[in-house]
T-cell receptor
Framework: DAKTTQPPSMDCAEGRAANLPCNHS???????VYWYRQIHSQGPQYIIH???NNETNEMASLIITEDRKSSTLILPHATLRDTAVYYC????????????FGKGTRLSVIA | GAVVSQHPSRVICKSGTSVKIECRSL??????MFWYRQFPKQSLMLMAT?????????EQGVEKDKFLINHASLTLSTLTVTSAHPEDSSFYIC????????????FGPGTRLLVL
């Protein structure tokens, strides 16, 4: 079973920041937080991951709370092409373990 | 990011036939690849772990004799759906991990299988 909880859906206006929350209250000390997204009829796309510090790359920013029990993925300027299902996944840092997908958040970016 | 390819992207076959799906890591080597299945409006479900040079590990409820997995090299894993039936129609997706700590999984574009 997935160890994360996400809202089933969210809307965001085009050009605005999209903030996607994720709860992972049972996360262990050696587990990273990963974010992926899946655009309709495509394979999941890696976005970002983090352990305890905030992270930023060309796609998004990841804000992890100090107690690591929740995190927020931020898309700073959402576009229509960001419409997708976003998955928050926790996973151990060691070993080549598979990703366990929950139901994710369906983000709809509206013009 | 790293690139994972799948072939074919979509396939239609008759009931009772076998279908082979290829998963390749194009710019990195992967000792382990994973196979997932996704039904409409559902999330990805892990089917099996493909290990280079050894037998695959299957998730509970996945028939190993029906879904044959071969991982003959560090860049190629194949999934063969044997004696396919309409209920096997689904979106099949593979993933492969790059080296590093932690390693990051990259996914193929998926193969849509329709069994008539």
């Amino acid at each position: 079973d997935a160890k994360t909880t996400q809202p089933p859906s969210m809307d965001c206006a085009e050009g605005r920041a999209a903030n996607l929350p994720c709860n992972h209250s049972t996360i262990s000390g050696n587990e990273y937080v990963y974010w992926y997204r899946q655009i309709h009829s495509q394979g999941p796309q890696y976005i970002i991951h983090g352990l305890k510090n905030n992270e930023t790359n060309e796609m998004a920013s990841l804000i992890i709370t100090e107690d690591r029990k929740s995190s927020t993925l931020i898309l700073p300027h959402a576009t229509l092409r960001d419409t997708a299902v976003y998955y928050c996944i926790v996973r151990p840092q060691s070993g080549n373990t598979p990703l366990v997908f929950g139901k994710g958040t369906r983000l709809s970016v509206i013009a | 990011g790293a690139v994972v390819s799948q072939h074919p992207s979509r396939v239609i076959c008759k009931s009772g036939t076998s279908v082979k799906i290829e998963c390749r890591s194009l710019d990195f080597q992967a000792t382990t690849m994973f196979w997932y299945r996704q039904f409409p409006k559902q999330s990805l479900m892990l089917m099996a772990t493909s290990n280079e040079g050894s037998k695959a590990t299957y998730e509970q409820g996945v028939e190993k004799d029906k879904f044959l997995i071969n991982h003959a090299s560090l860049t190629l894993s194949t999934l063969t759906v044997t004696s396919a039936h309409p209920e096997d129609s689904s979106f099949y997706i593979c993933s492969a991990g790059t080296s590093g700590r932690p390693e990051t999984q990259y996914f193929g574009p998926g193969t849509r299988l329709l069994v008539l």
